[in-house]
């Protein structure tokens, strides 16, 4: 998965058990009532719970320490303390967690995010028992005893907070469709942009706001025809794009091959994983500004009758708004549908040939075939 820079270390504690408790029953005609000192209430517990619509693991810049609260002392007439509060700490889907000293995975929260619901939860650190009261020390040989046990200690622990971003779109399209420089408007990320193909090597994040949502854009290199065989970059950063919950395929109108572009790529992603080809998906014919562009973007919708079509120009920015609030419906669409299907990540992820990838960029030229 592309990795965005976001990560926090945090230290967890669990909550220390109550102690039990030595009292006896005094009641007006009971002398020596017996002892009735009731068990401490276990200490809270450190549970992580995924929260779908976080992105960032920005609330942890802010708070670093968590500590579930201690369970109550035990009380007389045999009540039990009440059991401490466990923290809760709330983390975006894709967040892995790792013990900070031996870098250790402890939990990945990235692991089959698509069947994952909202509110996932894993308990960490369990709190402390709490102590027997001196209720239970009693014996024929000590009618009264005066012993009670002190509660568990709570657990600690340091831990190193992950985050690899799942895209929520990602961007397909021939070298220099317009990809990085949508990405560059609509989010706060820098791809670099130029007016040759393979540009972009390595794939780009960026966050785009939009209603009090935030909406992960994933911009990949170019795709080109024989891609499936190596050709241009191959298809092997297309990995990156797997877990998105939709796909925008964008065609360069001014380009002369736009009549053929969107079903080449589809065919390449169909090569590499046919699932992939099942994503929801909307087209997105770009550089609207040029002069052909307008006559072709009718024909480009008309070719298309069962797809989504968008028409852009981050020049002119002729239906960028339009295309912005496609996104936000299309995201809250698209994740509904993603719960309920999962072939996606079971057809690459299960698959030899998608695991030999490695995030080094070569020279970024040639096939690997
Ligand atoms: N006229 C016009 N040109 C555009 C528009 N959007 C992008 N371009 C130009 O198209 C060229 C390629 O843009 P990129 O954003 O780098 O394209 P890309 O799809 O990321 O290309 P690769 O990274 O090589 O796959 C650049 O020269 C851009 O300035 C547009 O709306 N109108
Ligand atoms: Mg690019």
Request: net charge negative; aromatic share 8%; glycine share 14%.
């Amino acid at each position: 998965m592309i990795k965005f820079a976001d990560e926090a270390t945090i230290t967890v504690s669990s909550g220390k058990g109550g102690d039990g408790c030595v009292a006896f029953r005094r009641e007006k005609y009971i002398p020596m009532g017996g002892p009735a000192g009731g068990d401490g209430g276990r200490g809270g517990d450190v549970v992580f719970e995924v929260r779908r619509n976080l992105r960032t693991l920005a609330a942890l810049r802010f708070q670093q320490t968590f500590k579930a609260q201690t369970g109550q002392t035990g009380m007389g007439k045999n009540m039990h303390g009440r059991d401490g509060d466990d923290v809760v700490i709330a983390v975006p889907p894709g967040t892995i967690i790792k013990r900070l000293d031996t870098g250790e995975v402890l939990k990945d929260f990235g692991l089959g995010y698509s069947k994952m619901g909202e509110g996932e939860r894993w308990v960490f650190l369990k709190g402390g028992r709490g102590g027997w009261g001196n209720t239970h020390y009693k014996n024929s040989v000590n009618q009264a005893p005066r012993t009670f046990q002190p509660g568990q200690a709570g657990k600690s622990e340091k831990l190193r907070i992950e985050l690899q971003l799942i895209a929520d779109i990602g961007f397909v399209g021939f070298p220099n469709a317009g990809k990085s420089s949508l990405l560059d408007h609509f989010t706060n990320a820098r791809p670099k942009i130029a007016p040759y193909p393979f540009t972009t090597k390595i794939p780009n994040l960026g966050m785009l706001h939009a209603h009090d949502r935030d909406i992960v854009l994933a911009d990949i290199p170019g795709i080109i025809e024989g891609a499936h065989e190596g050709a241009g970059l191959g298809l092997r950063f297309l990995k990156h794009i797997a877990r998105t919950s939709a796909l925008a395929f964008l065609v360069d109108l001014s380009d002369e091959g736009w009549e053929t572009a969107f079903t080449i790529l589809l065919d390449e992603l169909s090569s590499y994983a046919p699932s992939l080809a099942e994503k929801p998906r909307l087209l997105i014919g770009t550089k609207l500004d040029i002069p052909e562009a307008e006559e072709r973007f009718a024909a480009f919708k008309e070719a298309h009758p069962d797809e989504k079509v968008h028409g852009i120009s981050v020049f002119s920015r002729v239906g960028i708004d339009d295309l912005l609030e496609a996104f936000f419906s299309f995201v809250v669409e698209a994740e509904a549908a993603a719960a309920a299907n999962t072939s996606v990540e079971d057809d690459l992820f299960g698959s030899p040939g998608a695991e030999e990838d490695s995030e080094k960029e070569g020279a970024g030229n040639g096939g690997e075939g």
